[in-house]
């Protein structure tokens, strides 16, 4: 198994920062050209009549840039970052020129009823730019292995 | 604005089906490699061993053909297709070979209180895959325009 943290090697409360991953208009561009080809996410200039009033990444952008720092954070959970799912607000847009760093804020840690080698951490992970602006507010619960 | 349907046009119960796009190993490797680098997600020989026992996509790339395939709908809103959040499980991996397609089911129509000219859609988005195995169940708020 992948090494890292069990269930036992994590608390409550304690919290995972790490960042930094800048933002271009090339990679807003690129990844919504494959996932989500809307204006607003393609075109600077014709992004400035829409609700976004300029380019802004795809929601979903934020979403995987998120998920690459959780990766590449401290948290390194045994078995691998595997999530069984969650919830997100995307409080503004990412922008071309924003600077992405998140905070990972363990809220629960709960073994499992039926398979007693197993257990769930339920984690907020915000995502902020570099002016502190909060991109993404996501809540998830992620496998975690016991001892 | 951009042209489309908008908070009158549409009711709740009403259905959108759409698809389909096919996912190859290089896809879940292209994606893995930028967003979420961990070996079940890279690497076929070496995915065996893991909780996914196979190469599996990440769920952020389930999440974004997701959104590909919403885009490419009929669904078509006035303004485009914004998110304000949502939640979304997996109830299992998406694998190299399957086939996405979704079901947008319109749940609930919300005006907006302190905007008059918004309102909000939730819908129910479910994507499953050729064998009709449901692979994300997203919950979603959209912007919708009145007239």
Redesign the interface.
């Given at each position: 198994?992948?090494d890292g943290r069990r269930f036992e090697d994590i608390a409550v409360g304690q919290v995972f920062e790490h960042g930094e991953i800048a933002v271009t208009e090339e990679n807003v561009v690129a990844?919504a050209r494959?996932?989500?080809?809307?204006?607003?996410h393609l075109d600077a200039e014709a992004a400035k009549d829409?609700?976004f009033a300029g380019l802004a990444a795809?929601?979903?952008h934020t979403?995987?840039?998120t998920?690459?720092l959780i990766?590449d954070s401290g948290l390194r959970l045994a078995?691998?970052?595997?999530?069984?799912?969650?919830?997100?607000?995307?409080p503004r847009p990412t922008r071309p020129g924003d600077v992405l760093s998140i905070r990972i804020e363990v809220l629960e840690l709960r073994p499992s009823r039926s398979k007693p080698e197993r257990g769930t951490l339920k984690a907020r992970v915000t995502t902020r730019n570099q002016h502190g602006d909060e991109l993404q507010i996501m809540t998830c619960d992620l496998?975690v292995w016991r001892r």
């Open positions: 198994m992948i990844f494959q996932f989500d080809p809307q204006v607003f829409t609700f795809s929601g979903w979403a995987a840039l998920m690459r990766v078995g691998g970052i595997i999530g069984a799912g969650g919830s997100l607000t995307w496998l």
